[in-house]
């Protein structure tokens, strides 16, 4: 009976271990996988982000500059 027991419980911690292992590398895969997107996603942001400061820049600079020279009302 023993013997039996000890074989049983061998089984079942080999098969969960196996399984575990599996889900492991399946899990660690997605995760690269969900890694490289992100990273992607953050240099296409980046990116995009880059070039409508570019774009933005040299309107802002006109804006502020047409700003001084408008005098400002005076207030009665």
Do not use: C, Y
């Not at 039996?4 to 995760?31: E, H, M, P, W, Y």
């Amino acid at each position: 009976m023993a013997l039996t027991n000890f074989i049983l419980t061998v089984v079942g911690v080999s098969a969960a271990v196996l399984l575990l292992r599996s889900d492991v590398k399946q899990s660690a895969a997605v995760f690269r996988r969900n890694v490289r997107h992100i990273r992607n996603w953050l240099e296409e942001e980046s990116a995009s982000a880059t070039k409508t400061a570019e774009r933005s820049a040299p309107k802002e600079l006109d804006s502020q500059a047409a700003k001084k020279d408008i005098p400002k009302d005076e207030k009665h």
